[in-house]
C-alpha cells in the first residue's frame, strides 16, 4: 500500500463522514412542530399527491409518520458519527447545518414603538421601508445576532437589547419617555398567491422600558 493509497482513504473517510452529517435530516424531531400552521400545510400538500396515487392518509398519520422516520434519521446519523465528534471538536470541521423542514409562514418580526402622549407610534419594523429608526445599526449582523432566535424563548440577551434600543430611542427624542420592544408576527406569501396587505398577528415578550 503507497501513500497516495492511504491518502485516497482518508480523503474518502473524510468526505463520506461529512457527507452524512449534511444530510437534511431533521436534527431534532418535535411531534409538537408538525401542528404548527406552516408544517400543516405541507403535510396537507403531501396528502394531497399521496391523494392522487391512491393513498389516504389523515394530517395525524402523515405526522406521526414523519416524526417517526425524523427519530429514526437522527438515531442512524448519531451512531454513524459519535465516533468521530472528538476529531469535529478538536479541528472544527463539524458540519452542523441543518435545512429548513418547512417553510415558516409566520416569522418573527422586530418592532420598536414610542409613546407620544397617548398614542404609540411605531419607529422601527424589520423590513418595513416606512419605519426606519436605526435601520443600520439593527440590521447590522453582530446587532441581528443579538435579538435572532429570541422570538421563540427570549432570555437575558433578549433583555439586554431592549434596553439598548429604549436608550438609542430617548437619545434621539428627549420627548419620549416610554418605549416599547416586541416581536410580531407577519405572514408571508407563496409565489402567485396575491399579498395586496400585510398581515401581522399579536404582540410577543413586549418589553417596556422608561426614561430614566
Known sequence: MTWHDVRAGILL?????NGVVALPLARKANRADLDRPGARDEIARWSGLLSTVGIDASHEQLANLSYQWANLGVTVRGALTSPFKPLYHVTGTGQNWALFTYPDRWPARLVIEAKRGEEWV???????????FREEAMVYRRTR????GQSE??????DRFCSWAAAEV??????VNEVRVKFIRIR?????EAATTLEEEGDRFARLRTRP
Do not use: C, N
Request: hydrophobic share 30%.
Open 13 to 17: 473517510l473524510v468526505v463520506g463522514v
Open 188 to 192: 408571508t406569501y407563496e409565489p402567485g
Open 170 to 175: 430617548f437619545a434621539a427624542y428627549p420627548e
Open 153 to 158: 424563548k427570549p432570555g437575558k440577551t433578549w
Open 145 to 148: 445576532g443579538v435579538y435572532d
Open 122 to 132: 411605531r419607529l422601527y419594523a424589520s423590513l418595513d421601508p416606512d419605519h426606519t
